[in-house]
């Protein structure tokens, strides 16, 4: 089992002012928190791992391969901080586990019964609503 804390610890932090409307609050206080985790530089991640998030977060990644999240939420910066703490890592925790493979299944003779018998009768309803022929 994997302690998560850890992991925040290699998190680093930026703050700077929320954007939006709030008056002149916003305008004097830094309450946006800005997290960065950098993929490659982890310890507590191993190669297998920093592997699987890379390739999967390509998109998402700075060239230094550096994952990075807002929260501006609240007013308060402490509590974006905790906000964005949590999201990271439930956003990493996410993007770890990997997705088993679908196994195809065939269609029951059954269920196969029960879309033609569907089709014949619809088939049926709509040669109802023609004009009838001349013969």
């Not at 956003?91 to 493979?101: E, R």
Request: with cysteine; glycine share 4%; charged share 35%.
């Amino acid at each position: 089992m994997m302690d998560w804390d850890l992991l925040a610890k290699e998190f680093t932090y930026k703050t700077s002012r929320s954007g939006g409307s709030g008056g002149q609050h916003v305008n004097k206080v830094e309450t946006k928190v800005t997290a960065q985790f950098n993929i490659r530089k982890s310890e507590f991640l191993t190669e297998d791992q920093k592997a699987l998030l890379i390739s999967k977060l390509s998109k998402r990644l700075t060239e230094d391969s550096e994952l990075s999240m807002y929260c501006q939420a609240t007013r308060s910066q402490l509590k974006n901080k905790e906000r964005v703490t949590q999201n990271l890592i439930r956003f990493i925790k996410h993007h770890l586990k990997k997705q088993k493979k679908r196994i195809p299944t065939k269609m029951s003779k059954d269920a196969k019964q029960k879309i033609l018998a569907n089709k014949k009768r619809r088939s049926k309803v709509k040669q109802m609503r023609k004009k009838p022929g001349l013969d």
